[in-house]
């Protein structure tokens, strides 16, 4: 068995360096860009929610709450009395597929992280990462990104994920049609290799905070947005019956609360995300939901999948600089 997982990746792995070659196809070669668009698949749910948030903290190196640690040693399965979720119900995710030759590969893009990795036998993920720094070892290789951005008409990519429905990835222009208005821009700090820049403020429904500061990572392997407990509480305390559960490693509020807009400040531009998107998944068996935003001790924050479904973000690798609108 250990053997088949090996080969497994391995195959993997050669199938991201022959992507690069072959990647290019007769819209790269003869215009210089090309647009991936997702596509639906069913893939079997067997996690607990606060499993993801569990993910996404141990992917971006920060300390694990009790209970979150708590998944990752029982499978998403607490001994409260509460249901797990079976192999036979079934989840809805958006991949990008990508044939080569005769084969089809299904691949996650991720832009938080710069190394290449399998996640399951079917899907895999590649990393347009803001620097050539990478995992690969012993010999250091290019990114996935770096090795096709020579070919591009311009050194950028374009995300335009969304709630509920495929969204699509841009590689070497800016499709004007999917973005409303200039798109707000700010520079990039890519010395750990992330996309990674500082946002002036936030708001939560019609407050307004345009004085608090934080450093970000828009990353669009997570899910979650990971934000400063400053703004978590300041978020969370508005909702009726929201509470942070230390069982569950999260907050929580009522499957039927109204939840409010929440907005990121870049610049004049005020990124809004639909209460709709923060409301991530229900807990299996009760009328408990789980938030799409959840706290973070350590800087950075994270800004993953809650956050990039309302917007059109423009990674710029000439800068470096990321691109700011709201979804058309």
């Not at 005769?102 to 399951?120: E, K």
Request: with cysteine.
């Amino acid at each position: 068995m250990e053997h088949s997982h090996l080969f497994t990746a391995f195959t993997i792995f050669l199938s991201f360096f022959t992507l690069t070659l072959a990647l290019p196809t007769n819209s790269l070669a003869t215009t210089g860009h090309f647009t991936i668009e997702q596509r639906l698949i069913n893939t079997i749910k067997s996690d607990w929610p606060p499993k993801e948030l569990w993910r996404g903290l141990r992917k971006h190196h920060r300390p694990l709450p009790p209970a979150v640690s708590r998944i990752s040693r029982h499978g998403g399965s607490f001994a409260n009395g509460t249901v797990k979720v079976t192999p036979d119900e079934y989840d809805t995710e958006f991949v990008n597929e990508i044939t080569i030759g005769n084969d089809t590969l299904f691949v996650d893009i991720d832009t938080g992280s710069s190394d290449l990795q399998n996640q399951s036998r079917r899907i895999g993920s590649v990393f347009p990462s803001c620097a050539s720094s990478n995992m690969v070892t012993p010999k250091k290789q290019k990114t996935w990104f770096g090795n096709i951005m020579e070919k591009l008409e311009n050194p950028i990519f374009t995300a335009c994920l969304k709630h509920k429905a495929p969204g699509f990835y841009d590689f070497g222009f800016i499709d004007k049609t999917k973005h409303i208005g200039d798109p707000s821009y700010l520079p990039v700090d890519n010395s750990r290799g992330w996309w990674e820049t500082t946002f002036n403020g936030f708001s939560t429904g019609p407050n307004d905070n345009s004085t608090y500061r934080f450093k970000a990572v828009v990353d669009t392997g997570t899910t979650f947005m990971l934000l400063p407990r400053e703004i978590t509480e300041q978020y969370y305390f508005s909702i009726t019956g929201s509470t942070f559960d230390r069982e569950n490693g999260g907050w929580i509020f009522p499957c039927n609360a109204t939840l409010p807009e929440f907005a990121i400040h870049i610049n004049d531009y005020k990124a809004i995300v639909p209460g709709e998107h923060i409301n991530w998944a229900q807990i299996p068996g009760t009328n408990i939901c789980f938030g799409g935003i959840q706290p973070v001790d350590h800087s950075p924050a994270v800004l993953g999948g809650s956050f990039l479904k309302s917007q059109f973000v423009i990674f710029d690798h000439d800068g470096p600089k990321m691109g700011f609108a709201a979804q058309r």
